[in-house]
């Protein structure tokens, strides 16, 4: 069973800056990759940033330049530091973790999220202008 609970969320002026946390419980072997997904009220899932065993990261287009996902193995958590925070990343943002190897294979599958089978229940971001 493994166990993911985010933290972080909260809500934030536009331009500011936040650092999600995901702590990973019950792994019995390596995960290939661990990422982050978000959801908008009336909007689809959609991927922010993935990170695979080997260290390689994805970002998606709107997250690119802005927000940093990272991982500290020792301590079994994910991260994603959030800068120039903007009233459209208001969102509901979740953690997953993937134990398919086709999540590696390249940025796009990367950042699919049927190959991610484990969640977290979410941390909401409100971002205000």
């Known amino acids: 069973q493994v166990v993911l609970v985010e933290s972080g969320g909260g809500p934030v002026q536009a331009g500011g800056s936040l650092r999600l946390s995901c702590a990973a419980y019950g792994y019995s072997y390596s995960y290939y990759c661990m990422g982050w997904f978000r959801q908008a009220p009336g909007k689809e899932r959609e991927a922010v940033a993935t990170?695979?065993?080997?260290?390689?990261?994805s970002y998606a287009d709107p997250a690119k330049g802005r927000f940093t996902i990272s991982q500290d193995s020792a301590k079994n958590t994910l991260y994603l530091q959030m800068n120039s925070l903007k009233p459209e990343d208001t969102a509901m943002y979740y953690c997953?973790?993937?134990?398919?190897?086709?999540?590696?294979?390249?940025?796009?599958?990367?950042?699919?999220?049927?190959?991610?089978?484990?969640w977290g229940q979410g941390t909401q971001v409100t971002v205000s202008s």
């Open positions: 997953a973790s993937s134990y398919n190897p086709q999540c590696s294979y390249n940025r796009d599958y990367a950042l699919r999220a049927l190959f991610f089978a484990y």
């Open positions: 990170i695979r065993s080997d260290g390689r990261t």
